[in-house]
C-alpha cells in the first residue's frame, strides 16, 4: 500500500513539474505523504463533520473531512426539488416571508451551537442574507426545523453568530434602510432616515426555539462581521462596521476614504437592563416565523407584528466604537476571550484589540470624540497591537488551542498563521486562489479542535478540468498540526462556499435520528397502516391518503378524479428500518416529488389539466421489486360522473 | 433430495451475504457468531435472537389480542395477509402451528439476522425476494403480535 502511494505520488509529482501550466506547481507542496492524511479507507469513517454554507445556492452542505467527501446538502433558505423542500404542503411554510413564498437566498455563515463557549453538537444556525432570516438546522435529523425572518434589516450579513451559551443569535443588517412607519423617502435622505439594525433572537435551552429578543436601533452605515465575546468578554459582541462615510451610491470609491471605520463594541447585559427597566420602544413591523414539528412532520407559518427597540443612541452604555483601520471585514474574537482582530479589507496592518484594554479606556472615559452620540475609543488606549504587514487584503481569522491564529488573505491569496500575543507572523501558505473565509474546527470556540485550516476559495481558475465558463467552487484543506502549515486536498464544493464550521464526528455521529416512530407521527392525514389508505373528496379537493413499503403503493389504482380538482397524495412510508426512504411522482406534476423519510407523512398537491391515465410511482430505489412500486390515477373530464374509486391488489370495475 | 436441499440452503446464504452490503463478510461473520451457532444448533427451530423461551397460555389474553391486531394493521398488514395468500410476504394462516413461538418473534424483533444466518428465514427470502423490514418492533409488541396470530389461527 505504502509503496503504491509512493510510486502514485512520484508520477504525480513528475506530470506537475513537467506541466507548464501551474502557476506555482502544488508539487512542492504536497510531499511528505499527504496523500494518506486524507485517505479515509472504504467503510471507514472522517474525523470531523465540517458544515459548509452554499452561497448563493441556499444550503447548507455537508463534508466529511480529512476527505472532503460531500455526504449532504441540507436545504435551508432554497426550494429543493429532489426530497420536495419547498414543494410539499407540509414544507412550503418554511419558506414564508412577509413578501409571501421567498424560494431562494444567499447563505454565508453557519454557526454551530455552543455550550460554555464549546461545540455541544444540537444546532446549526444559518443567515439569509437578501430577505433577512435566520435559520436553525438540527443537528440529530440533519433538516431546517425554523425560519425567523428580521425587519427593519436589509442585507443580513452579521449574522448569525451566537453567545456562549447560545442565550443570543444576532443578526445585523448590511444595508442601513429607512425604519419606522414612512420608508418611501429619497435615497439622498440616507444621513437623516437611515438606520442600522441589531436583531438577538433569544433561543430557548431546551427547544431551540428561536424569538426577537430586542433589536438595537445603531447609526446609519454598513454592518459586516460580527463575533461574540467569551469568557472574560461574555456579554460582549463585536461588529465590523464599513461606509461609516455614509454613502449610498459608488461605495467602492466613497465608503473608502475615511481611515479608519469602527469596531462597534455591544454590551448587551446593559441592553438587557435597558430592556428590564421598559426603556425599549414597540414598533409596528410585520415578520413571519416558520416552525417545523417533528411529531405532525409539518411546518406552520405565523406573521408577527411588533418588535421592541433599544435606540443606542439615546440609550448611553451599550454601544462603544472602536476605530479600526479601512473598512474592516472579520471581527474575530480568540479563544481566550481577551483579544479581538480587526482586518480592514484595506489595511496593510492588523490591529488586535485588548478587552481588558478596552474596559479600562471605557472607565477612564479615554475617548478621542463621538459619533452620532456614542462615545469613539481612542484607538491606542485600547490596542493590544498590530501585525504588521501580514499580506494583502486580510479577510478572516480562526484560531487553534496553541495561541495562534490563521488569517485569510483574499489579495495576496494565502494562510498566515501568527501568534496572538506576540503578534509575529509564524508561516504563510498560498490558496488556490484568493481565499475569502477559512475554517479551524472548533476555531470560534473556546476549546478549538485544531488539527487542519480549510481555506473557501473565491477563485479555481486552472485547479480542475474545465466546465464551461462556470467552473467548480472549492475547498482546500492544509495540516497545521507542525509548525508549518501544509497543504493536503483540493476538494470541490457546491454553490459557492462562504464561512463553515467543523465539529468531531463523534459529536455527532451517535446522536443521528434513524426512523420516525410510525407510534409518534400526529400528521393530520397519515395513514396509519394500510387499512388506513383511502380516498376520500370534499367538493374540488381530493384527499388521497397513501401508503409506502417495500414494494408497493396503496392504493395504486384510483379513479374517479376530474379535471380541476386539487389532488393531495399524503404518502405515509410505513418503513420502520433505518436508511428505506421511499419517493413519490406523478407525471405531470407542476411542483416536484417528495422524498418520504421512514414512519414520515408527506404531501404533494397535484392538479392534473386533462383526462386521461396518469402513471405515478417510488422514485427512490427500495428493494428489489422497486420497478413494480407503481400505480395509476384515472382523471375524467370536469363534472364527469366516474365513481371515486381505488384499490390495490384487485382490479378497479372495469368499463366505468 | 436431501442433498438438494443442503445445496439450496447453502446458495441462499451465499446470495444472502453477497447482497447485504453492510455485513461483515461471511467466514468472520460466523466465527463471531459460534455462540449463537451453538444456541441454534440447540434448537434451531427457535431461530436467533433474544427470545430464548416462550410460555403460551389458553385462554387468549384478549387485552394482546387486541394490541397486537393494532400494530399488525399498522406495522404488517401491508405485507402479510390474514389468509394463506401470499403478497409481498407469507400469508400468515396456520403459522402458529408450522413456526414456534420464539422463531416467530425471533424474526419480527431480529429480522436482519436472522435473514443472514437462519435457514428457514432465508428460504422465505428465496421465496419472496424482498428483504422483510426492521419495523422497529419491540419484544413486547412481538409477543401482542403472536398472541393475535393464535387468535387468527382460530385459538380461544
Known amino acids: ?656 | 433430495m436431501k442433498h438438494l436441499l443442503k445445496i439450496t440452503v447453502a446458495a441462499s446464504v451465499v446470495w444472502v451475504v453477497s447482497c447485504s452490503p453492510e455485513k461483515p463478510r461471511f467466514e468472520e461473520n460466523s466465527k463471531k457468531n459460534t455462540s449463537s451457532a451453538v444456541e441454534s444448533v440447540a434448537d434451531p427451530t427457535k431461530g436467533i435472537g433474544p427470545v430464548k423461551h416462550v410460555t403460551l397460555s389458553t385462554p387468549l389474553d384478549q387485552e394482546r389480542v387486541k394490541r397486537g391486531k393494532d400494530i399488525y394493521e399498522m406495522k404488517c398488514e401491508a405485507c402479510h395477509r390474514l389468509d394463506d395468500q401470499r403478497v409481498v410476504g407469507p400469508g400468515w394462516k396456520d403459522i402458529t402451528k408450522r413456526r414456534k413461538p420464539e422463531w416467530i418473534m425471533n424474526m419480527i424483533t431480529n429480522v436482519d439476522v436472522m435473514l443472514d444466518q437462519d435457514p428457514e428465514a432465508q428460504k422465505l427470502l428465496e421465496l419472496c425476494l424482498t428483504r422483510m423490514p426492521n419495523q422497529n418492533v419491540s419484544v413486547g409488541d412481538a409477543r401482542d403480535i403472536l398472541e393475535f396470530m393464535r387468535r387468527n389461527d382460530g385459538e380461544q
Open chain 1, 1 to 656: 500500500m505504502k509503496k503504491y502511494n509512493f510510486y502514485f505520488m512520484l508520477a504525480a509529482a513528475a506530470v506537475m513539474l513537467s506541466g507548464g501550466c501551474k502557476p506555482q506547481g502544488p508539487a512542492g507542496v504536497t510531499t511528505g505523504g499527504a496523500a494518506s492524511k486524507v485517505y479515509v479507507a472504504p467503510g471507514q469513517y472522517d474525523e470531523f463533520y465540517n458544515f459548509v454554507s452554499g452561497g448563493f445556492n441556499g444550503q447548507l452542505a455537508v463534508y466529511g473531512l480529512p476527505s472532503g467527501r460531500l455526504f449532504r446538502n441540507i436545504p435551508v433558505f432554497s426550494v429543493n426539488p429532489e426530497n420536495g423542500y419547498g414543494y410539499s404542503e407540509e414544507t412550503k411554510p418554511m419558506l414564508n416571508t412577509s413578501h409571501g413564498f421567498v424560494p431562494w437566498d444567499d447563505f454565508h455563515h453557519p454557526a454551530l451551537s455552543t455550550t460554555n463557549g464549546e461545540h455541544d453538537g444540537r444546532w446549526a444556525f444559518g443567515n439569509a442574507n437578501n430577505t433577512p432570516r435566520v435559520a436553525r438546522i438540527d443537528l440529530s435529523t440533519f433538516r431546517t426545523v425554523e425560519i425567523i425572518e428580521l425587519p427593519n434589516s436589509g442585507g443580513n450579513h452579521s449574522s448569525p453568530f451566537i453567545t456562549e451559551n447560545t442565550e443570543y443569535v444576532v443578526a445585523g443588517t448590511r444595508f442601513s434602510v429607512p425604519v419606522g412607519e414612512n420608508r418611501d423617502v429619497p435615497i439622498s435622505s440616507y444621513k437623516e432616515n437611515f438606520k442600522g439594525t441589531i436583531s438577538f433572537i433569544k433561543v430557548d435551552p431546551q427547544t431551540g426555539r428561536m424569538n426577537i429578543a430586542f433589536q438595537l436601533r445603531t447609526p446609519g452605515f454598513n454592518y459586516d462581521l460580527s463575533r461574540a465575546g467569551k469568557g472574560p468578554s461574555h456579554g460582549w459582541f463585536f461588529f465590523s462596521c464599513y461606509n461609516t462615510e455614509q454613502a449610498y451610491t459608488l461605495l467602492e470609491v466613497n465608503a473608502s476614504r475615511n481611515d479608519k471605520d469602527f469596531i462597534m463594541a455591544v454590551n448587551w447585559k446593559k441592553a438587557e437592563e435597558y430592556l428590564a427597566a421598559g426603556k425599549g420602544k414597540t414598533e409596528k413591523v410585520r415578520y413571519a416565523h416558520n416552525v417545523y414539528d417533528e411529531k405532525t412532520h409539518s411546518a406552520s407559518s405565523t406573521i408577527l407584528e411588533e418588535v421592541t427597540v433599544l435606540d443606542v443612541m439615546e440609550l448611553p452604555g451599550i454601544v462603544y466604537f472602536l476605530p479600526c483601520p479601512k473598512s474592516p471585514h472579520g471581527c474575530d474574537v480568540d479563544p481566550t476571550g481577551e483579544y479581538i482582530v480587526g482586518s480592514g479589507k484595506l489595511a496593510a496592518l492588523m490591529p488586535v484589540f485588548s478587552f481588558t484594554k478596552m474596559q479600562q479606556a471605557i472607565a477612564n472615559k479615554d475617548f478621542e470624540g463621538e459619533f452620532q452620540g456614542i462615545p469613539v475609543i481612542k484607538y491606542e488606549s485600547a490596542l493590544h497591537g498590530e501585525v504588521q504587514k501580514p499580506g494583502l487584503g486580510p479577510l478572516h481569522t480562526e484560531f487553534d488551542a496553541n495561541g495562534n491564529a490563521y488569517t485569510s488573505f483574499f489579495v495576496s491569496s494565502e494562510i498566515v498563521k501568527w501568534n496572538v500575543k506576540t503578534l509575529q507572523v509564524l508561516d504563510r501558505v498560498p490558496t488556490y486562489y484568493s481565499i475569502g473565509h477559512l475554517c479551524v474546527p472548533g476555531g470560534p470556540t473556546k476549546k478549538p479542535h485544531g488539527k487542519y485550516v480549510i481555506a473557501y476559495n473565491k477563485i479555481t481558475k486552472d485547479r480542475y478540468l474545465p466546465t464551461g465558463p462556470e467552473l467548480c467552487q472549492s475547498a482546500q484543506l492544509y495540516s497545521i498540526d507542525g509548525d508549518k502549515m501544509q497543504l493536503l486536498l483540493d476538494f470541490p464544493t457546491i454553490g459557492e462556499p462562504h464561512y463553515a464550521e467543523a465539529i468531531p464526528a463523534g459529536m455527532l455521529k451517535d446522536k443521528s435520528v434513524k426512523i420516525y416512530p410510525i407510534e409518534e407521527n400526529q400528521h393530520p392525514y397519515v395513514a396509519k397502516g394500510e387499512k388506513m389508505a383511502r380516498v376520500e373528496r370534499k367538493g374540488n379537493d381530493v384527499h388521497v391518503y397513501m401508503t409506502a413499503i417495500r414494494s408497493h403503493l396503496t392504493p395504486d389504482n384510483i379513479e374517479g378524479l376530474r379535471v380541476g380538482d386539487n389532488v393531495y397524495f399524503h404518502v405515509t412510508n410505513l418503513e420502520q428500518d433505518w436508511d428505506v426512504p421511499h419517493g413519490f411522482a406523478i407525471k405531470g406534476a407542476l411542483n416536484a416529488e417528495l422524498l418520504i423519510m421512514p414512519g414520515e407523512t408527506q404531501t404533494l398537491l397535484w392538479k392534473p389539466q386533462k383526462a386521461g391515465i396518469y402513471p405515478f410511482y417510488c422514485t427512490d430505489f427500495c428493494s428489489a421489486l422497486h420497478q413494480e412500486m407503481q400505480g395509476y390515477a384515472r382523471v375524467s373530464p370536469a363534472g364527469s360522473g366516474t365513481p371515486l374509486k381505488f384499490s390495490t391488489g384487485e382490479p378497479a370495475a372495469a368499463n366505468q
